[in-house]
């Protein structure tokens, strides 16, 4: 059964570090697209990083130079360095994996919450 399970989400207070994890079972995360979104408080749910098969990342703007999404194949593990963290950063992050067909496999999500 293909499941993602986030955690190492809390609570900072701003300019501190999280890093947040991935579990991939039931599949191997490197084979897709792989994908790190939030969803603040009364907002909509963004996009904040990608990591394509190929090892290339993209970001959003908002998190540029302060994010870095890695994997680590050998734990089948997807992660979020998060650093120089803002209240605006304030969110419930998830997981997604890129299935192919118009198919995501969504993570339960982990919340951050950062204090000024």
């Known amino acids: 059964q293909e499941q993602l399970v986030e955690s190492g989400g809390g609570s900072v207070q701003a300019g501190g570090s999280l890093r947040l994890s991935c579990a991939a079972s039931?599949?191997?995360?490197?084979?897709?697209?792989m994908g790190w979104f939030r969803q603040p408080p009364g907002k909509e749910r963004e996009a904040v990083a990608g990591?394509?098969?190929?090892?290339?990342?993209g970001y959003a703007d908002s998190v540029k130079g302060r994010f870095t999404i890695a994997g680590d194949n050998a734990k089948n593990t997807l992660y979020l360095q998060m650093n120089s963290l803002e209240p605006e950063d304030t969110a419930m992050y998830y997981c997604?994996?890129?299935?192919?067909?118009?198919?995501?496999?969504w993570g339960q999500g982990t919340q951050v919450t950062v204090s000024a």
């Open positions: 990591l394509e098969t190929g090892g290339r990342t």
């Open positions: 039931g599949f191997t995360y490197s084979s897709y697209y």
């Open positions: 997604a994996a890129d299935m192919g067909g118009s198919r995501w496999l």
